[in-house]
């Protein structure tokens, strides 16, 4: 079993255990799904940077990044950097996050949230909605063409973004629907780890101009970004290289401010 195939079969365990605990009703009743929901695709596609900013204590690959970040401020400095989104990971086991981080966040801020989560049911739809997010992630490696049409069109019901992720070409192949919003790559394989920028540049021309490109993962310099600005990418997701500062929001305003 790799890595991915062990989360996902977690997650399956996991999920089971919350629809128990927390009946849909609950969730719908939530104060904050029946907010309006923000664009986080018409932020990047309007933005000369793109960065989307993650909150992430640790990582199946590099274990601890940091422990000692409140989600509060990291939202706070992230918004005050002038980034165009917020990724916030609510996966306890392997990322040590949670969806009261989502809350947290969402109190704190007032950009697009992303809800970074292994999605293999529709309630983890209900939840981000319930908890706050305006976008969630799809990841083609572990859904079956259905299910990313299920889901992707339960989340417009829900006026949330979707963000799809794929690794390679097979997977862009099957997924592309107009359910979705933004095609993110991950540079990372997640079967190795290994991450390579080539991964977004080989899968830029396959993906169709209907969607915001996303270029996740390995982003850790100036010069990334505007080289995978010339393949179409407008978004760019970026987590370690700030968490791993002293001060997240600061390191993310340096970094956008020697972008422009």
């Not at 640790?58 to 939202?75: E, M, T």
């Not at 979707?162 to 079967?191: C, F, Q």
Request: glycine share 6%; charged share 25%.
């Amino acid at each position: 079993m790799n890595i991915l195939d062990k989360i996902v079969a977690d997650k399956r365990v996991e999920v089971d255990l919350r629809k128990s605990l927390i009946p849909v009703k609950q969730l719908e009743q939530s104060v904050l799904f029946e907010r309006q929901t923000m664009s986080l695709a018409n932020k990047l596609s309007n933005s000369q940077t793109g960065i989307i900013a993650e909150h992430k204590r640790r990582s199946p690959s590099k274990s601890v990044i940091n422990q000692n970040f409140n989600v509060f401020d990291v939202a706070k400095g992230y918004e005050d950097a002038g980034v165009c989104g917020m990724s916030v990971l609510t996966d306890g086991k392997y990322f040590g996050g949670s969806l009261d981080d989502l809350l947290t966040a969402r109190a704190s801020c007032n950009l697009p949230l992303l809800r970074k989560e292994f999605i293999i049911d529709e309630y983890q739809l209900l939840e981000a909605k319930a908890y706050g997010a305006d976008v969630i992630l799809l990841i083609a490696a572990i859904l079956t063409r259905d299910e990313i049409k299920k889901f992707s069109e339960c989340a417009k019901g829900l006026h949330l973004e979707v963000l799809l992720e794929v690794h390679n070409e097979a997977e862009l192949h099957k997924s592309i629907m107009p359910s979705l919003d933004l095609i993110g790559v991950n540079n990372r394989n997640l079967k190795t780890f290994d991450v390579s920028l080539d991964t977004s540049k080989g899968l830029s021309e396959r993906i169709p101009n209907d969607f915001i490109k996303v270029s996740e993962s390995g982003i850790s310099n100036i010069e990334a970004i505007k080289d995978l600005q010339n393949y179409g990418y407008k978004g760019f997701l970026i987590g370690e290289n700030f968490m791993k500062t002293e001060n997240a929001g600061e390191s993310a305003k340096e970094f956008i401010k020697s972008l422009l």
